[in-house]
Each structure stands twice: as structure tokens, then as C-alpha cells.
């Protein structure tokens, strides 16, 4: 039921901050800026403009483009209708983006031209949905972003009856059997973690957040949001450039982001001569150069927990161990954890097994996968598919996915995806994929094939055919031909002889395959 | 529709903080302590012992008695069957007593003979309602607390499809009208509200809290729930004196409390021989030589925040809100907040206006007043009765309460409650309380009396009638008589004319009252 009196959500917190932040900056993006008050009549109109077009409690609008604060507005709007945002990968083939838009079924998708177009444009002709209202948020015709937006009445829409356990976001993740999934996350849960997000990673209403990281990943996206809820200001840039970061910090005072080591690295090396002015950041300690750049500030911790996306991103922080002996901490006040063997019963303190969770921050299922959320929720807790041990203290020590993954910069690449794509190449008859000790990139990706009788094919074959079919950035950068594909006893690929063969290592978590 | 998976309960929190705190000690009251091992143990039992007792969904638990670590394992074990604890004010008179049986119909009574046994066996026989269990807590016998937790099996209570959306906790208020008002609070509202108090109250699970305020008020009751939910420790001191509240913080190494200067005072000189080590607790700024006896923190701020037991104690801080024009803050993350006139129109920035709340920590209502409830939500906002005007920036300052309140010690004294008692009195024909500055408790209570014609009572008659009725706390100390009640143009009594000729004044927010 309904209850007005104790409702909390996007759009009434987007209500509240028009009161208590007045002019406030809300977003800047592309070197414009929004006031709270903006951002509501924005989104109000946008709101007005999908259900005009048709969008309904439980539709899915798609977002195939590069980080923008308009991801932000819509994600509000949709909440407000019951309906869901996905913002996709746009780094994926466009055989890929085509499944996508099967699964999803879009109601409107906002897609981008600029760099990633072409993909998109192509995987749209794959795709057996034909349906859609499909509008190129970077245009300037009738169908670009903002036309849509001026096309909505700006009446109000504090009127709706928004159910806040209602899944409103989407976002892809955990390709463990070979296709990604949909992980579908409601506001109750997005505003719960927020009230964990705020303290443990330094959020405040004071925060300008930088947004450099793919806002398709939970990551960076979690942050915004809890920004957001906050009454901070969110800067997106598209482009995350030195020069475009660089430049966003000196613009905004931004005084908080993500940054990898070579991206600092080359803002070092850009601003040499102090052009930004980078004080406003508040920064772990880096190098010397860095650290008279910014502000440092002291390291509370350099672990920042463990989670997944579908238990929005954190589920057991640092924070709640302090001297702990397992480092990524204890489950925060919104998680219930339990470590189980392969029947659901503990195990014993010390010993690993699998980490379920339970609590108000574990993902409503994923999108139309009924066999797999049954399975993944069975016994009534989250099964998380990683390994992980609670220490004698009861704190985690997270060993690593269940099923392996392969880590190269922030994306996790799933041996069996990869696997699946070359096994539709006429000449391969198996393949298996390992992960290789990578100096930037943590891994790089090998494939290990074997050939079809009379067939033939070459490494660069392979690579090009996995160019074609899936996103660039997992496909192998090494391939080897092998006669047969070592097994082991239950049949499955002798992934541990593989990595000892051909120089696999340095998965995320040590070597933990088990399938 | 209950959802075991993403389910979050005091309950559940106990089962984790097993987990995750093996050995942590949970509470210690009284020379004893528990562990949350034991802590779950004890409340398994009282659960069952409660329902053998015929303890249903909705069923009331009264707590008459002082601070005990028993409030807690009662609030959970109540809360694991959907019913309410009311942990109730032990100072009242044997009339307020026996009103409060009758407007709670409790199923069970748990009562302390010692120093309050007399007013509450006398307000036991008042009352109209009959039934109930009652035991008495600190007794020896069947009857007594233990005995009847340990009458309870042990079986586990995880089963349950617990209902956290439901009043699980009441806690009487607000008696503006004359009589006193049960908030009914329920476990989502106490465990989101907690997720805003840890921060900003500096509450982790390193804490060691000395509940030292009486639990019958949000106050220190807030902060022990806070304390239990991020998994550190509370320690009870029956008695607030001095000496138990120093021996407390020595022998439980206590991290924080909440102390009056008049206490601090006493400890002070209770221990100038540093027989007690109190350096555990971080305490802000007093004078010399309390800041050498314990670890002086950096003051962040000194104003705690507005709101009410009705919003779950805390609904705008002043972490919300620094270098903000009004010292009170902002609306926390879980809080709406508008000022509004007499028609609930908003007011303009910079005026003054009602403040209403909206959001997830709104109570349930008050208990058994179905027309006050719809009064105090009408249109949807929570009607705080308090004045407030937001200023330019979005920021609050608290004016006072709509309707004039008392201060003594942390007490509000309702003139209402107190004119209500007077005017039974045979010879009284009218009368008009107000409060007049006192250097040590803020405000103590002044009557203006009127008399019946040919009737005579002294002043003493006056304060001794009241000290039968109501609190003691409550009682005028001064009694002035007059021909006749001066009147406004209204009809209401003129309080500004009465505070004027009598020496009223100091009330908290000023002067403020309308009615």
C-alpha cells in the first residue's frame, strides 16, 4: 500500500533539495550546469514526454552512450513512472548490443553517435526486436535528446504512486555462463546503500564528485547516486581524458573522484606547468608530484570492501573492521553474511566457502533469468558465486570468484563468454581461455584453441572473429594452437594445467577455478 | 508480502552480530555482561516465554521500571512477534500510572519494586484494566524477570515472517492537550534512522556506550539502538549518580555518553583522587580538570539537531548544514521538510511557519488516538506542532514549540497536563501555568490560580495535590493567586500578560506560544 507519509525516493529527495539547497549546482556536464531546481523541471518534463510516448510501470529504457548527467535525469524519471534505465556497455560488438536489445525489449532507447554509432547502429539491425522509440541523444534534430525533453509538459509529478521496491535500474554484470546478465535493482535498496556509501566512502552534501569511471558499472555509478541523495554536486565528463579530468577539477573544485594510477600519471605529466588547478581534490597519497597537486588526505584504507553488483556494489567494508584479521571487514548494518560448503551449511570459521548474503541491499533477480535467480537465491539467501573466508573475529577474507574471472583494467572478462564466441568460429572445435599476468592491465587475455580436423585458422583470425562478436576489450591478445583440450576427471577444462602450460596468473583473488 | 532475502529486523541483526562478533560483550548492566551470542540465547527464550503468555501480532509489553539492559531484550524479543514494548516513564504520579494500564491494556507488565514499587502498585489498583501479567523485574521469586526467561524454551526464533513496517515500540510524549501520547515507532523507521545517527553521532561498532539518560526518552534510547545495530556495546547504569556513572566508564572502558554539566560537576569532585580512570571516553571540551580526567574531542558542533520522538528523534542536523545561515542544519537523508502556515500553504524563505516532516522516519502514529493521528498527518506531512523558519539557504532554525512547553532538566513539561491536574482541585476555579528561569534546571513551574468564591486553599494544597496526580517533576514550586485569569481577545488565557506579571520567561526557542 501506498503511503504517502513515509515515502522516500529519487523524486521526492529531487523535491527536498529544491528546498534545501537552493541554487545549488546539481550536475555539470559538458560545460553546462544545473541547479537542483533545474534538474526538477528537467526531469518532470522528461517523466510527462516518456509516458506520452508510451512508457509504463516495468518498461525498460536503454541508454547506449558514454557517461552524461543525462543518465541521472532519466534514471529519476523512470523511477518516478515504475519504469527501469539501463545504461549499457557501449564498449560491446554489435552482435552483443543486438542480444541486449532482445533481452531487454526496450521501450526507448537513447543512443549516441559520436565514436560508438556505428556499433550501435549495426546491432540494431541484428536484433530480432524491431520495436522502440529510438531517439540519438547527441543529435540536433527532432529526435535528439532535448527536443524529447522540450517535447514534455512540465506539469508536476508528485502525484504518483511509486512503488520503491520496484526494480529501476539495470545493470549488466556476471557473464559466469557465457552471456551477461541483467541485475535489476530497486530505489529502496539505491537509497539504503546510499546511508552506508555516505560515510564510509567520505560522501557529504559538500562532495563534488567527478564521474570518471563507466557509469554502466556499479562503481562509479553508486557514487553518484549516493551524491545525489546527499545534496552534493555529480560532474560528469565523457571523455575520461587527462585533459577533459584535469580541466573538470579545475573548472567544478571537484573534490572527489576515482582515478587509476596511469590516468594520474598522465595528469602529471599534463600539468606540469600547474595550468589546472587541481588543490580542490582530496586524494589518497600518490607520487611527490601528485601530492603538491591535490590535497592529501590520510588513508583510512587502501581495501574498499567486498560486494558485487547484486548487492548494490558494497556489502562488507573495511569500516565495520578495524584491526579486524580478515582486511575487507565485516558486513555493513544492511547485510547479513553467511560462508556455506556446497549443501548451504556453515562452514567452519576458517575454512572458505561460498559467501551468501542476505539484507535490503540484495538485487530484486536478474532481468528475465528465472532459472538462474532461483538458483542463485535459493534458501532464501543470495548465493554470491565468490569464495570467501570468515575469520576467527568473524571478519571476511574474500578469496576470490567462485568461477574465475579475468581482470584487465576495471572490467571483468568471463572466461566462458569469451569461450563461447570462438567455438562459433566454423574452424575451432574447443577452446579454453586463461588470464596472463598483464604490467598495466593486471591480465590480458590468451586463448588456448583447438582446431577442427582439415580446418584451419590463425591467431589473427581467431582475434578478428572475436572483434566481430564481442566487446573489443575481451578478446584474446594471445592465441595457441594446441591438438586436444586437456581434461580434468569430471570432464570439465584443465584450467590449472592451462595456466601452468601457457603462463596464466594473477587472477583477481589467486587461483581459485573450480569449474 | 514477507521477503526473506532481502529481510532486515532487530532479530536478524542479533543473528549477524553473532556472527560477525564472536565473544563481543552486547550489554552489561548491573556487575553482569553478555555476550551476543548469550544476548540471543536470552531473547529466544523470552520470545517464547512471551507468546506461552499468550503475547500476539499488535499486543502491548510494559516496562515499569528504571534504565536495565532488559529494555533492549524486550524491544527485540517484542519486536520478533510484531508486538510493542512500551518502556514507560517510572517517574509519573499513581494517577498518571493507572491512566497509562488503561490507554495501553498491556498483556504483560514488567515491574520494579525498587525505589518506584509504591506509586506503581497504586496505580496498578487505580487503573480500570484488570488484566495483564504482571511480574516483577527485580524480584526473586516466580514472578521475578529471570524466572520467567527462563521458563522460555530455546528454540530458535528465525521462522518468523516478521512484519517491520509494524509499531514495535511506543514511547509516550507530547502531552500538549493535556495528556501524554504513545508514539508508536516501528523497527524500518529505528533501523534507517540508525544509518543517519551513526555517523553523526560518531556511534561504530568500537563504541562502548553509558546510557545514562533515562531510556523512557529517544534521547539515550536512539543512541543504544544505534549502538546494537552497528554491533558495539551498551552499558546501563540503574542509577544516574556519580559514582555508578564513573565506576561504569572505568570498568567497561566506555567510549560515549551523555552527560549534564551538573554531573560532570559531581564526577569531577568525586574524582579528584583519579580513583576511577575515565580517559576512555571522548567527551567534548568542559573545564580544566574534566579535560585532563578523560579525551577531549575536537567539538564538531554543538547544536545536536532538531526533531521529535514522532520522527524518530532526529529529522534535521546540523552535519547537513555547516556554514549554513541556520545553526540547526538541513533535512537528514531521510527526511522532508517544509514550513507551512495555518492552511498548509508553504511559507516564504525567511518566514516563520510550522514545520512538517515527511519521509521513512515518520511514526506510525500515537496509540489509540485515531483523531489526533489524523489531525497531526492531515495532508499528507507529519504537523510537528514546532515553529521553524528555513532561511535563504535552505537551512533551519528552530523557533519553539507552537504551543509553549516547560523546561526542567530535560524534561518538557506540558502547561496543559499541569492546568488540567489543578483545576480538579475542589477550590480552584481556573488556572494558568508558566515557567520562570531557573539557574540550575532551565525553568520551574509557576502557577496563577484562581479560586472558587468562599473557597480557600493555600499554596502548599496546590503543589501538594499535584504531587498526588502527576510527576513530581512536573509540580508548580510556586503557586501565586489572582481574582481573575486574564483573558485575550480570543478567549484564551494571556500567558504574555501572565509571563510578564509574574516572571515568566527562558522558554526553550523563546517565547513562541500562539495558544
Same sequence: chains 1, 2.
Avoid at 535467480?373 to 558465486?385: D, E, I, L, Q, V
Amino acid at each position: 500500500m501506498f503511503d504517502v507519509i513515509r515515502h522516500l525516493s529519487f523524486y521526492s529527495i529531487l523535491e527536498e533539495h529544491v528546498r534545501s539547497y537552493p541554487g545549488k549546482i546539481a550536475h555539470a556536464c559538458s560545460g553546462q550546469t544545473r541547479t537542483y531546481e533545474q534538474l526538477l523541471e528537467r526531469v518532470d518534463r522528461l517523466i510527462n514526454a516518456l509516458e506520452d510516448n508510451g512508457v509504463q510501470a516495468g518498461d525498460r529504457i536503454l541508454w547506449l552512450g558514454q557517461n552524461s548527467d543525462r543518465i541521472l535525469e532519466l534514471l529519476i524519471a523512470a523511477s518516478q513512472l515504475d519504469a527501469m534505465l539501463c545504461p549499457a556497455n557501449w564498449r560491446q560488438s554489435k552482435a552483443e548490443i543486438a542480444e541486449l536489445i532482445d533481452d531487454l525489449e526496450p521501450k526507448v532507447v537513447f543512443w549516441q553517435e559520436e565514436e560508438v554509432g556505428g556499433d550501435i547502429r549495426a546491432g540494431r539491425e541484428l536484433a530480432k526486436f524491431t520495436g522502440g522509440l529510438w531517439l540519438q541523444h547527441d543529435g540536433d534534430g527532432d529526435d535528439s535528446y532535448d527536443s524529447f525533453l522540450d517535447s514534455g509538459r512540465p506539469d508536476r509529478n508528485d502525484h504518483r504512486e511509486v512503488d520503491t521496491t520496484a526494480g529501476t535500474l539495470i545493470i549488466y554484470t556476471a557473464a559466469f555462463d557465457g552471456r551477461p546478465n541483467g541485475a535489476v535493482l530497486n530505489q529502496q535498496t539505491i537509497l539504503l546503500q546510499n546511508l552506508v556509501l555516505a560515510p564510509t566512502q567520505r560522501i557529504s552534501n559538500e562532495t563534488v564528485f567527478l564521474a570518471v569511471g563507466p557509469l554502466f558499472h556499479l562503481g562509479t555509478l553508486m557514487q553518484c547516486l549516493t551524491v545525489y541523495h546527499v545534496g552534493g554536486t555529480n560532474v560528469f565528463v565523457r571523455r575520461s581524458d587527462a585533459r577533459s579530468i584535469a580541466k573538470a577539477i579545475h573548472d567544478h573544485k571537484c573534490t572527489r573522484t576515482w582515478l587509476v594510477s596511469k590516468t594520474m600519471d598522465e595528469i602529471i605529466q599534463l600539468n606540469h606547468d600547474r595550468h589546472y588547478d587541481l588543490s580542490s581534490l582530496r586524494s589518497v597519497p600518490y607520487n611527490e608530484e601528485w601530492n603538491r597537486m591535490v590535497t592529501v588526505e590520510p588513508v583510512e584504507t587502501h581495501v574498499p570492501g567486498y560486494g558485487q553488483t547484486e548487492v548494490m556494489g558494497l556489502g562488507v567494508l573495511p569500516q565495520y573492521g578495524r584491526h579486524a584479521i580478515g582486511i575487507f571487514g565485516r558486513p555493513s548494518p544492511l547485510c547479513h553474511m553467511r560462508i556455506v560448503d556446497e549443501e548451504d551449511r556453515d562452514v567452519e570459521s576458517g575454512q572458505v566457502g561460498e559467501i551468501v548474503f542476505r539484507g535490503p541491499t540484495v538485487m530484486n533477480g536478474y532481468w528475465r533469468r528465472p532459472e538462474l535467480n532461483a538458483h542463485r537465491h535459493r534458501n532464501g539467501w543470495h548465493h554470491t558465486n565468490d569464495l570467501g573466508r570468515r575469520e576467527a573475529d568473524g571478519s571476511l577474507t574474500f578469496i576470490g570468484p567462485k568461477v574465475q574471472m579475468i581482470k584487465s583494467g576495471v572490467e571483468n572478462i568471463y572466461p566462458a563468454e569469451v569461450e563461447a564466441c570462438i567455438r562459433r568460429h566454423p574452424a575451432v572445435a574447443d577452446c579454453g581461455i586463461i588470464g596472463v599476468p598483464h604490467p598495466q592491465w593486471i591480465q590480458t587475455v590468451k586463448a588456448i584453441v583447438v582446431l577442427k580436423p582439415e580446418s584451419q585458422a590463425s591467431a589473427q583470425d581467431i582475434i578478428e572473429h572475436c572483434r566481430q562478436h564481442i566487446a573489443s576489450y575481451k578478446k584474446p591478445s594471445l592465441v595457441e594452437f594446441r591438438e586436444d583440450m586437456p581434461r580434468t576427471a569430471t570432464g570439465g577444462i584443465d584450467y590449472k594445467l592451462l595456466d601452468e602450460l601457457y603462463g596464466g596468473g594473477n587472477y583477481p583473488g589467486g587461483n581459485t577455478r573450480t569449474s
